[in-house]
Nanobody, 128 residues
Framework: EVQLVESGGGLVQAGGSLRLSCAAS????????IGWFRQAPGKEREGISC????????VYADSVKGRFTIASDNAKSTVYLQMNSLKPEDTAVYYC?????????????????????WGQGAQVTVSS
């Protein structure tokens, strides 16, 4: 059974930090990129970052560039999203997802529809 399980969400004050984890199982980790998305109430799901399991290449949305860092531990089949300098507008449900590795990491990997598998989501709330 394919599973992506997010953890590490919570409530933090503006300017604070959180680290999300995405633990993958049930598929060959090296055959997929792992992306992070978020969805705030009343808004569309937004791609924020993606990392290649094969070569470690990354992409970030402009809204998080310089504040968020994505990293992968292939031995643990786990991807992390370190979120620093958090702002109230970062409040959302954060999802990780898996996309086939044949797609080049870049703008295309910020589109939800190309992803095959999704986690259940983790709530991140940033208070002002």
């Amino acid at each position: 059974e394919v599973q992506l399980v997010e953890s590490g969400g919570g409530l933090v004050q503006a300017g604070g930090s959180l680290r999300l984890s995405c633990a993958a199982s049930g598929f060959t980790f090296d055959d997929y990129h792992i992306g992070w998305f978020r969805q705030a109430p009343g808004k569309e799901r937004e791609g924020i970052s993606c990392i290649s399991s094969s070569d470690g290449s990354t992409v970030y949305a402009d809204s998080v560039k310089g504040r968020f860092t994505i990293a992968s531990d292939n031995a643990k089949s786990t991807v992390y999203l370190q979120m620093n300098s958090l702002k109230p507008e970062d409040t959302a449900v954060y999802y990780c997802a898996a996309a086939p590795v044949w797609i080049v990491v870049g703008s295309l990997t910020m589109i939800p529809s190309i992803y095959d598998y999704w986690g259940q989501g983790a709530q991140v709330t940033v208070s002002s």
